[in-house]
């Protein structure tokens, strides 16, 4: 049975930082590809970045020098470093594993989810 629990989450002021981390169980870690996404109150949710098992990654724009994605194989861990966070990066925080090799954008693409842990950011 595929587990995903995400921690980290907290209320942080503006500038401050935070790491999410999303420990899997229940697989071969090495072989997913994971993602991290956010979904504010009455949008959509939307792709934070994704660390493939090369393990190149991908941020979006939005976080793009600010935040960093990481994995330990070893630890079936994947991170999600926050720094310089902005009131609008309160969210919750989900994390997601895909099968195979490459991550992708879309939600729809990921096969697990993890809980979602909450994320606030104060002005």
């Known amino acids: 049975q595929v587990r995903l629990v995400e921690s980290g989450g907290g209320l942080v002021q503006a500038g401050g930082s935070l790491r999410l981390s999303c420990a899997a169980s229940g697989l071969t870690f090495s072989r997913y590809s994971m993602g991290w996404f956010r979904q504010a109150p009455g949008k959509e949710r939307d792709i934070v970045g994704f660390?493939?098992?090369?393990?190149?990654?991908y941020l979006a724009d939005s976080v793009k020098g600010r935040f960093t994605i990481s994995r330990d194989n070893a630890k079936n861990t994947v991170y999600l470093q926050m720094n310089s966070l902005k009131p609008e990066d309160t969210a919750v925080y989900y994390c997601?594993?895909?099968?195979?090799?490459?991550?992708?954008?879309?939600?729809?693409?990921?096969?697990?989810w993890g809980q979602g842990t909450q994320v606030t950011v104060s002005s």
């Open positions: 997601a594993l895909k099968a195979g090799l490459f991550g992708r954008t879309l939600s729809r693409e990921y096969d697990f």
């Open positions: 660390v493939n098992w090369s393990p190149s990654t």
